[in-house]
Nanobody, 114 residues
Framework: QVQLVESGGGLVQAGGSLRLSCAVSGSIFSINGMGWYRQAIGKQRELVAELTSGGKTRYVDSVKGRFTISRDNVKNTVYLQMNSLKPEDTAVYYC????????WGKGTLVTVSS
């Protein structure tokens, strides 16, 4: 059974940093990509950062230059390093793995105070 477990969220002041982790367990056949999404209150879930199977990265414009997605294949973990955080980054952050189907974690809350 595939499980994605996020951690690393919390409360941080504007300008601060957090690193989110997503531990992936279980067997996933043919991973096409891994990513982080977020959903703020009253808004739709949006893609924040994506790492393709070929190693390419893609970011939503609002986080470019501030967030970095990476992967540790030995630990089966995906990371999202978030720097220079802003109040508008406040949201629940979800880990996603795209295989033959989409897999999701339960999310971790990031709150950025002004």
């Amino acid at each position: 059974q595939v499980q994605l477990v996020e951690s690393g969220g919390g409360l941080v002041q504007a300008g601060g940093s957090l690193r989110l982790s997503c531990a992936v367990s279980g067997s996933i056949f043919s991973i096409n990509g891994m990513g982080w999404y977020r959903q703020a209150i009253g808004k739709q879930r949006e893609l924040v950062a994506e790492l393709t199977s070929g190693g390419k990265t893609r970011y939503v414009d609002s986080v470019k230059g501030r967030f970095t997605i990476s992967r540790d294949n030995v630990k089966n973990t995906v990371y999202l390093q978030m720097n220079s955080l802003k109040p508008e980054d406040t949201a629940v952050y979800y880990c996603n793995v795209k295989g033959l189907q989409d897999y999701w974690g339960k999310g971790t809350l990031v709150t950025v105070s002004s």
